[in-house]
């Protein structure tokens, strides 16, 4: 069923790495998960690995969604025992710990995949003709590009008058906190994104679904690390350039030159975005062809 799983899983600028992984292959059972820390909160690695765990501990019987829940819930108990809170309620949300999630599950005897998504984790299959089909929306995207415009233009402006330096950028990143914080009050709600954070709320923004996968070549899972920067806030068409460049090339490819791409503008000027690398974490799948 799979002839080549090619993966990546880097730390980006931070100090620890919040991503985390699934690579189970008897199982059939494949995620990346992108850890997010909330602003002045909880650390991103307490949902992305209670999310990790929890759902590669499920029962094989169990569907992906159900399994996706449960971990939610696991990570909404851990999370009250945590802080102590009554509810998540009392927990506000940019505080939380929340992780993006693409994960795949794939039946080898009927050739489908359960899937499932939540954040600005990618999902992409590549068809025997070369097409490209982007199964997953990153809703998170629109709400970036305001943060990220705003980010950029300070950044700009200080660079005119003095030379850019490490105190200023992150001068500069406190000035957008409340943007920042504007974006993270929209998690798991119709005009936002949603993201598993451990509250009920999370599980009706999941999405999922089963696919056939007749037809498919390849299989790619990525967390947002491993978006080609642009001039440009990033969007969906950044990301079809990402799949088409990962299918391609190769995970090694495509790590290699976002990276180089990185520490070339390590302020962020010429390729806006909020952070010099993000953590970087993807699974490509090569199916054996027996069509």
Known sequence: MFNQIEYIHEKGSNHTNEDAYILKREEGLFAV????????????????????????????????????????????????????????????????SSCGLAAVKITKDTLQMEYVQTGDCMLFLQLTNGDIRMISYDHLSPLDSVSISKFHHLLRLRSKDVEMNESIFQECRGEILD???????????SEGYGVLDGSR?????????????????????LSDGLQLPTKKASGQQAWLETASFAFKSGLAQLYNHVHHLETGDPYCLAYPRLKLADDKTGILISLISSQ
Do not use: C, F
């Open 33 to 96: 998960i992108d850890g997010a820390t909330g602003l002045g909160g909880l650390p991103g690695s307490l949902a992305a690995t209670t999310i990790k765990d929890s759902i590669e501990e499920m029962p094989l019987s169990k569907s992906l969604i159900e399994s996706t829940q449960l971990a939610n819930k696991i990570l909404g108990q851990k999370t009250l025992k945590v802080t102590k809170a009554q509810s998540m309620k009392d927990i506000l949300k940019e505080r939380r």
């Open 179 to 189: 943007t920042l914080v504007e974006n993270r009050r929209k998690m798991n709600t």
């Open 201 to 221: 709320d999370a599980n009706e923004h999941i999405e999922y679904g089963l696919l056939s996968l007749k037809k498919v070549k390849k299989i790619l899972l």
